[in-house]
């Protein structure tokens, strides 16, 4: 990824801010109802009286074997909301980590991205919510939300300069120039 591209990801996350943390939310709850129904008792084993794959149209599966396959299938999304929410709740995190620093060192800076990124407000309410001109706003506006993704992503986030250093020899050294 290149620079651009880390400043568009943490844009992103603003933008969509409230529906990811409602998302995690979500998460947590299917979790834990996941836990809940796999923490009730099977059923008791009882007897059949239909026979099981066998002739006269009964069942082919066991009251026993709905109940285990049921027990796998909650397990499975189990799992896959415990990987959901592990590949997206440590961005998330770190979002509000940030947010929660930024507010402690310039609240202004704060102020400006979540109410421009977050609650997408016009920039006359943004102006008027951090106590500075439209200007300032949209000039900051950028400068902060680097300072976020450099926060987010760490030194990765970063811009290089590949320059060249170019050495021009004045002619100091040269006979016969001035």
């Not at 920039?123 to 950028?142: L, P, Q």
């Amino acid at each position: 990824m290149y620079h651009n591209d880390y400043l568009n990801a943490v844009r992103e996350y603003l933008f969509r801010y409230r529906e990811f943390s409602q998302y995690i939310k979500n998460l947590k709850v299917d979790i834990i109802e996941c836990d809940a129904l796999l923490g009730q008792d099977a059923a008791p084993a009882t007897p059949s009286f239909s026979p099981t794959g066998g002739c006269g149209g009964g069942e082919s599966i066991s009251q026993e074997e709905r109940l285990f396959m049921r027990r796998e299938e909650i397990q499975r999304k189990r799992d896959h909301y415990k990987a959901e929410l592990t590949r997206i709740e440590p961005t998330m995190n770190r979002i509000d980590q940030s947010l929660k620093a930024m507010a402690e060192g310039n609240p202004v800076d704060k102020t400006i991205l979540v109410d421009r990124y977050v609650d997408k407000v016009s920039w006359e309410r943004t102006a008027r919510n951090a106590s500075c001109s439209i200007g300032y706003c949209r000039k900051r506006a950028r400068i902060a939300l680097e300072n976020l993704t450099v926060m987010v992503c760490g030194i990765k986030a970063v811009p290089a300069q590949n320059s060249n250093l170019v050495f021009f020899d004045n002619g100091a050294n040269d006979e016969g120039h001035d």
